[in-house]
């Protein structure tokens, strides 16, 4: 009820200032899109001098503005492009359609001096991280691979668990608490080869946004953060051919015209091949991956706009002939713009994903599979009212359905029997409404309200237990344990288990000082109904999805942030900090020895507690001249509380606040650029981050003539400090060539001075001296050299 009445108010919020911002008021509208060779240009400026304001493309590249009759001059830009400017005399609805060229060498320049000062100081939006893929390509990598994931671990507020961890941690949030998007499509696992490569291929995308908070209304479903990631339309004027030769891997990308002008492809795919070194010698091991990126675009007529890509990406292990193992994402979107007219844009999508984990154990003769798999329809509005307020709203609904496991044998004298844990179903709906206003030359706001829905729904069975409680203390030992099922209860298709209902409250407000600085707050509300089970500081390929649900609440985040901006010496610096704090409830927890595989009542393993960070981020921009880069530095604490759920239980370690598993207090990056001239460039990364939390053994004891460590508290000890740094150089023969092909070298160093990190810390007997124990350090990469050829014709 509380939840209820707050989003009324915020509801009639809402209402009242777009009352106020729309007015009639003779004007007519200026419209139309921005593209590079047909494709769009998400976040390209126009910039208008006689208002001094301006509009941002969205994400299909298209910008609307509503403006008096007059004369205006119009400044185009984005990042790596040649600026624009033209003046128009405005005396009726206007449609202009610009194409910007590539101007690598002012690179620099349109990031700062346009996108930066004239789009972020005015902008409500705050706590979001923007890369495009030529940035991402000038970032030292591990192996010579371009890697998205790893170039925004070089922001503030973003880190992992370390080398080889899959996914990525924002603001003290757990890696399944991030919503990852490509192409509107949910992807429920972001890497490769078990975090050492992310599944984006860079030459396939055209940006990102990363989203930490102050996220808008027509975003939903995730704790902790969205990344937003766009693959790129094909060239609808001709026929193009990019690539790399790397050494583990290599890609190859075409795109060009179905129909000219009107309709285009694009494919992309790309590979490793260690596997095939291995096969030259005795080793029988292998690992390799492979992906394909795929897009289909075509222009109906000048109001109707239709794209379908897809994704499709697979891991592939062996271990001589005693383990396989195989998992991988399928990502696929349907995608229907439409101008219905000057002011009101829609968009339809429908999309699936799935994946999929396949593990063989011929050892024993046993297999393991589980997955995730969801299809969504959404229908979203972009609305402008007048040059002062723009509205988005629009409706949403996916269905889920959970794989939680199916072991089988798989020789005819395996020990192992036959076992499918039921499939779970759920469904989310979601209802948004948001706008971006202007009030005067000093405020601006982004205000919206999200309404979601979740229902756990049968086909399916649901366990009861003693008081309700799936997880039972047992005070003689002093430790928690799964409860006794007492019946089952078999739900019909359709039928519903469990429902949750949730008002979501955004908003982000600016007060621009001048055209230089601005002081930003926000605050946001995320639910998140389905969990990532993961009992380890990274995801591994063998964690399981599950639902909310009769024993499982959705978790609820609440965020603020606070922040000051600044561009310096006409933004050849920049200057951006923020401060934050971060509460959720009903955060997992796993009582000590939670087994999550195999196991057909996970809730008897979890209990409900909750989290909490706060911290500090500063980012230091330079971006003129032939040095270019960014100092980013995060201080911040993450933590987690389970107390008991009666008096005379302790909860997880004893009820009070502990590190999370992802909790760095200090993380610094320093990435630099430097530009020696038209045919070498030269980048370098260093990255310094405190040890993760872990649990040591504290002593030991025998029961029964075996040897028993003894733990202390929950994550009360540290990991050493991960650091290392990485150059890259980059070199074109030809840079002014003026034939079709174009080719580059590119030759890096990553850990240049060959710290052995450590990945894990184990402990051990000691083999000399009975009774003495020692801890084994696993460290994965020294000094790593590559080198790739890069090409385009």
């Known amino acids: 009820m509380l939840y209820?009445?707050?989003?009324?108010?915020?509801?009639?919020?809402?209402?009242?200032?777009?009352?106020?911002?729309?007015?009639?008021?003779?004007?007519?509208?200026?419209?139309?899109?921005?593209?590079?060779?047909?494709?769009?240009?998400?976040g390209a400026t126009i910039y208008i001098d006689e208002i001094n304001n301006g509009v941002i493309t969205d994400e299909k590249g298209h910008y609307s503005i509503e403006l008096k009759e007059g004369t205006y001059t119009l400044k185009i830009s984005y990042i790596g492009y040649t600026d624009r400017s033209t003046t128009i005399q405005l005396t009726k609805n206007q449609t202009l359609n610009f194409v910007l060229t590539t101007d690598s060498s002012e690179l620099s320049e349109v990031v700062i001096v346009q996108n930066?000062?004239?789009?972020?100081?005015?902008?409500?939006?705050?706590?979001?991280?923007?890369?495009?893929?030529?940035?991402?390509?000038?970032?030292?990598?591990?192996?010579?691979?371009?890697?998205?994931?790893?170039?925004?671990?070089?922001?503030?507020?973003?880190?992992?668990?370390?080398?080889?961890?899959?996914?990525?941690?924002?603001?003290?949030?757990?890696?399944?608490?991030?919503?990852?998007?490509?192409?509107?499509?949910s992807v429920y696992s972001s890497s490769h080869l078990f975090g050492f490569f992310s599944i984006f291929n860079a030459d396939a995308i055209r940006d990102l946004k990363l989203y930490k908070g102050g996220i808008p209304a027509r975003f939903g479903g995730r704790a902790s953060s969205v990344l937003?990631?766009?693959?790129?339309?094909?060239?609808?004027?001709?026929?193009?051919?990019?690539?790399?030769?790397?050494?583990?891997?290599?890609?190859?990308?075409?795109?060009?015209?179905?129909?000219?002008?009107?309709?285009?492809?694009?494919?992309?795919?790309r590979g490793s091949y260690a596997h095939l070194f291995l096969k030259l010698t005795d080793n029988k091991n292998s690992a390799y991956f492979y992906d394909i990126n795929t897009k289909l675009s075509f222009d109906i007529n000048e109001k109707n706009k239709i794209n379908f890509s897809a994704y499709y990406g697979r891991d592939i292990f062996s271990f001589t002939d005693l383990m396989k193992n195989s998992f991988g994402n399928l990502a696929v979107t349907l995608d229907w713009r439409t101008l219905y007219s000057d002011k009101l844009t829609g968009n339809l999508s429908l999309t699936t994903s799935h994946y999929d984990y396949d593990l063989d154990l011929d050892l024993v003769g046993f297999n393991w599979t589980n997955g995730i798999k969801s299809i969504q329809g959404r229908y979203d509005f972009l609305h402008d009212i007048n040059p002062a307020l723009q509205l988005r709203y629009?409706?949403?609904?996916?269905?889920?359905?959970?794989y939680p496991g199916t072991i089988k044998p798989t020789t005819s004298d395996s020990s192992i029997n036959y076992k499918k844990i039921d499939n779970k179903y759920a469904s989310e709906s979601s209802v948004y409404v948001e706008a971006e206003q202007n009030f005067g030359q000093h405020f601006s706001v982004n205000y919206g309200l999200r309404f979601s829905h979740f229902n756990a729904k049968g086909k399916g069975i649901e366990h009861t237990y003693a008081n309700n409680q799936p997880v039972r203390y047992d005070r003689e030992l002093g430790v928690y344990k799964m409860a006794d099922i007492l019946e089952t209860t078999y739900y019909k298709k359709n039928k519903s288990i469990e429902q949750f209902?949730?008002?979501?409250?955004?908003?982000?407000?600016?007060?621009?000082?001048?055209?230089?600085?601005?002081?930003?707050?926000?605050?946001?509300?995320?639910?998140?109904?389905?969990?990532?089970?993961?009992?380890?500081?990274?995801?591994?390929?063998?964690?399981?999805?599950?639902?909310?649900?009769?024993?499982?609440?959705?978790?609820?985040?609440?965020?603020?942030?606070?922040?000051?901006?600044?561009?310096?010496?006409?933004?050849?610096?920049?200057?951006?900090?923020?401060?934050?704090?971060?509460?959720?409830?009903?955060?997992?927890?796993?009582?000590?020895?939670?087994?999550?595989?195999?196991?057909?009542?996970?809730?008897?393993?979890?209990?409900?507690?909750?989290?909490?960070?706060?911290?500090?981020?500063v980012l230091v921009r330079k971006n003129l001249g032939k040095l270019t880069g960014w100092v980013a530095y995060t201080l911040s604490k993450a933590e987690q509380r389970t107390p008991g759920r009666t008096a005379d239980e302790p909860g997880i370690n004893n009820g009070n606040w502990y590190r999370a598993s992802y909790d760095k207090l200090h993380d610094l990056s320093i990435t630099a650029m430097y530009e020696l001239n038209p045919k070498w460039s030269f980048g370098a990364s260093f990255?310094?981050?405190?040890?993760?939390?872990?649990?040591?053994?504290?002593?030991?004891?025998?029961?029964?003539?075996?040897?028993?460590?003894?733990?202390?508290?929950?994550?009360?000890?540290?990991?050493?400090?991960?650091?290392?740094?990485?150059?890259?150089?980059?070199?074109?023969?030809?840079?002014?060539?003026t034939k079709r092909w174009k080719g580059e070298w590119v030759f890096g160093i990553y850990n240049l001075y060959s710290r052995h990190n450590a990945a894990s810390i184990s402990f051990r007997e000691n083999e000399d001296i009975r009774g003495k124990n020692e801890a084994e350090k696993m460290s994965i990469f020294g000094l790593v050299p590559s080198v790739t050829y890069n090409f385009k014709f």
């Open 501 to 617: 209902n949730n008002l979501e409250p955004r908003i982000g407000v600016a007060y621009i000082i001048n055209d230089d600085q601005s002081i930003k707050a926000s605050y946001n509300r995320m639910t998140q109904y389905i969990h990532l089970m993961s009992n380890t500081a990274a995801p591994t390929p063998l964690d399981i999805w599950t639902p909310s649900g009769k024993y499982t609440d959705p978790e609820l985040a609440d965020q603020v942030a606070l922040g000051y901006f600044q561009n310096f010496a006409e933004g050849r610096y920049s200057l951006e900090t923020e401060v934050f704090y971060k509460k959720v409830k009903n955060s997992i927890d796993y009582i000590d020895g939670a087994q999550l595989v195999g196991n057909e009542a996970i809730e008897r393993v979890i209990l409900n507690g909750e989290a909490r960070a706060y911290g500090l981020e």
């Open 687 to 737: 990255t310094l981050q405190s040890g993760r939390p872990i649990t040591y053994p504290e002593g030991q004891y025998e029961y029964l003539g075996l040897r028993v460590p003894k733990f202390g508290d929950r994550n009360g000890n540290t990991m050493p400090a991960y650091h290392h740094l990485d150059i890259s150089a980059t070199y074109t023969p030809n840079p002014d060539s």
């Open 116 to 185: 930066k000062n004239k789009a972020d100081i005015r902008k409500p939006e705050m706590s979001v991280n923007k890369m495009t893929t030529e940035e991402i390509k000038k970032i030292p990598v591990v192996l010579g691979e371009t890697d998205i994931l790893k170039s925004i671990l070089q922001l503030p507020g973003v880190t992992n668990a370390g080398e080889g961890a899959a996914g990525f941690n924002v603001r003290g949030g757990s890696a399944g608490q991030n919503l990852v998007l490509l192409d509107q499509a």
């Open 394 to 402: 629009g409706v949403g609904h996916t269905e889920y359905i959970f």
């Open 228 to 269: 937003d990631v766009y693959q790129k339309d094909g060239n609808k004027n001709d026929y193009a051919f990019e690539g790399g030769i790397g050494v583990i891997s290599s890609r190859l990308l075409a795109e060009g015209p179905i129909q000219k002008g009107k309709s285009s492809f694009l494919i992309a795919g």
């Open 4 to 42: 209820g009445q707050r989003g009324t108010v915020f509801l009639l919020f809402i209402l009242f200032f777009i009352t106020m911002g729309i007015k009639g008021q003779s004007t007519y509208f200026l419209q139309g899109t921005i593209k590079d060779n047909q494709e769009p240009l998400i």
